[in-house]
Structures are given as C-alpha cells and as structure tokens.
C-alpha cells in the first residue's frame, strides 16, 4: 500500500488536523420510534437469527425499551435508499436500554445480542442481558449475563480477545462531575476495570492496532486508552 501525508479512517482520506470531508446521506429507515439507540449486524452463519448483514436495533425507553430487527436485501444490490424488508418487534420490557453489541466472545463464550439495560437510575442497578433466538422471528429468550454496572452505555466486543468492554456513563449522582469508567467482561459475565477518571464516556472503538479509543461527551473529546 501507497505510504502519503494523508490519513485512512474508514476508508475517506483527508489531510490530519483539517475538517474531513462529508459523505453522502441516505435515508435507510424513518420514523423510528422508542428512541433509537445502539445497532449491530448479524453476522455471516448464524441463520437461527437471520441473514448475514440484518441489522439490529434496540430503542430506548425508560419503562418499555425494545429490540428490533430489519431485512437488507441479501444481495445487497439497493446501496442507497430504504432498504427495509421488515420491521419485526421481538423483545421488550428492557428499562432505558442502550448499546447493543452481537457476538461470541471470539469464540470464548454463547453467541447472542448482548444488551445494556440502565435500569433508570445511578447506582450499581445496570445489567447486561444475552438475548438468544430460537428463529429468525423468535428472539424471546434473555439470559442476565453481568450485572453491577451504574448506567452502562455502550456495548463492544474485542475483535482481538475474548472480551467484552462496557462504558458506565457517570459513576455518581447527576451534577457532581464524577468520572466515568470502562470495564473488562470475561466470557462467563465476570469484570475488570480497565479505565476511569472518563467524563462521561459514550462510544467505544477499537483499532486495528488494538488501541482504544472513547468518546467523552461532557468534554466533546476523543481519548485513547493503551
């Protein structure tokens, strides 16, 4: 590959330190209600829960939080535009849920649609579901996994371990300023802190390299964490 001044981020070029450019916009589903929140991708082989590609989407809500699910054409044939083929409301009863994460713990651990479920309130109340499907139309079934958490928000698998990483969006009641933190999840639920001191950390990446990198929304900033 071509070495220049320039920087790759998925996959737009632009010169560091100035404005990336905009890419192009399409309405893919409107309309969506219950405050939609995180989002993942079936993966290839798992047909018990769909196609490769269907995208899941969990919408929060502070009593009646719900997961649903989409078609995309498989071939994949419409690259802009609505490519709904359903909507198909299959799970229910998560309060203020948040991210979403679909996976198995590279292997480690059951594959599933792993759920940050904030409970409503601070304090060590925030669970993590496992939410399995018996079909393609039946995705009842949900597994506490980890629990403990005080308002988890985001939901990411390591694509070069078998871990789990979760954001807890504050650590104390509203107003006093204290950090946030990110923790470890092994397979079987149990946890490790890896970072805190975070103001309010949202997002969670992961790059190539292994580094990761957290949005801290109280400061606008992106931090990185070796």
Not at 43 to 61: K, S
Not at 94 to 116: E, Q, R, S
Not at 121 to 137: C, D, L, M, Y
Request: include cysteine; charge should be neutral; hydrophobic fraction near 40%.
């Amino acid at each position: 590959c071509e070495a220049s001044s320039l920087s790759n981020v998925g996959g737009v070029k632009w010169v560091p330190n100035a404005e990336p450019p905009l890419a192009a916009q399409n309405l893919f589903s409107p309309n969506l209600a219950n405050y939609p929140f995180g989002i993942g991708l079936i993966p290839t082989g798992r047909c018990t829960y769909g196609n490769a590609d269907d995208l899941i989407m969990v919408g929060t809500n502070l009593v009646n939080g719900l997961l649903r699910k989409w078609g995309v054409n498989s071939s994949m044939s419409c690259p802009t535009g609505l490519r709904t083929v359903f909507t198909l409301l299959f799970g229910n009863g998560f309060t203020n849920a948040k991210g979403l994460a679909i996976g198995d713990f590279n292997g480690g651990g059951a594959f599933g649609v792993y759920l940050a479920e904030q409970n409503g309130a601070e304090g060590a109340v925030g669970k993590i579901w496992r939410v399995t499907a018996t079909s393609p139309n039946n995705y009842s079934s949900s597994v506490l996994f980890s629990s403990g958490f005080n308002l988890p928000h985001s939901v990411v698998f390591d694509p070069y371990s078998q871990r789990m990483f979760v954001s807890e969006y504050r650590v104390a009641a509203p107003g006093t300023g204290a950090p946030g933190q990110i923790w470890r999840v092994k397979p079987d639920g149990t946890r490790e802190l890896l970072a805190t001191k975070l103001n309010k950390p949202t997002g969670i990446a992961l790059l190539p390299t292994g580094v990761m990198v957290v949005v801290e929304q109280e400061s606008s900033r992106l931090t990185v964490i070796d």
